[in-house]
């Protein structure tokens, strides 16, 4: 069966932009090892973007490590990038990914459609200040300032599921940085196993939802 996906509204809204967060996909066993479930999901989840509007791009991905890197990508890099956290763009018709089971997403998109950035952010991740990097970055490639900044931050595991609101630390974090348009959906994917991936629930046998930005061509 093909992945539902959750659609942001404040993303949706921008001119230009196509953002997607990929759902559960069910009657696929991913009760096994990471890089096996991912396989397992790969073509389903192709399939997914395509329909939703994101057909034809290239879909740029990270290693993810729990770090802080943050790589200014284009078409013509080799994926996924190493030892990354973190992609921005300011190139069209390409699109961004990060695989999370509990950890954040988190969009980040210049309204003027100059740029956008992908984020992998959980416990450790936040902590590194892998987000406040990420606007950095961002503002850095586009020239912009936080105010042309949104932020929408997709479901992820939350209290009481787990002992540390990472995501209140991330909206906070935004907060410091200047952005203004700070979103959270506030979905607990722990809580919500018939629709999401849980790492903890599921005891790391499980699969991996995808979060997916682009600008389109």
Do not use: W
């Amino acid at each position: 069966m093909i992945p539902e996906a959750d659609i942001f509204p404040p993303l949706d809204a921008l001119t230009g932009l196509r953002a997607a967060f990929l759902t559960r996909v069910q009657g696929i066993d991913v009760k096994t090892d990471r890089d096996t479930a991912m396989a397992r999901l790969a073509d389903l989840q192709r399939t997914s973007l395509d329909m939703l509007g994101f057909y034809g791009m290239p879909l740029a991905h990270a290693s993810q490590v729990h770090g802080n890197a943050v790589a200014h990508i284009s078409a013509s890099d080799a994926f996924p990038v190493p030892d990354c956290d973190a992609l921005i763009t300011t190139e069209r018709g390409l699109c961004l990914g990060i695989h999370v089971a509990d950890c954040a997403a988190v969009y980040i998109a210049d309204r003027l459609g100059r740029g956008i950035a992908l984020a992998h952010a959980g416990k450790k991740g936040t902590t590194l200040g892998i987000v406040p990097r990420t606007i950095a970055r961002l503002l850095n490639a586009t020239g912009g300032s936080p105010e042309d900044l949104v932020l929408q931050i997709s479901p992820c595991i939350r209290p009481p599921q787990y002992e540390i609101d990472f995501a209140s630390e991330l909206r906070s974090q935004a907060a410091e940085a200047g952005i203004r348009d700070i979103h959270d959906c506030n979905i607990c994917t722990a809580s919500n196993p018939s629709r999401y991936y849980s790492y903890r629930l599921e005891q790391g046998k499980t699969g991996r939802l995808l979060a997916a930005l682009a600008l389109l061509p």
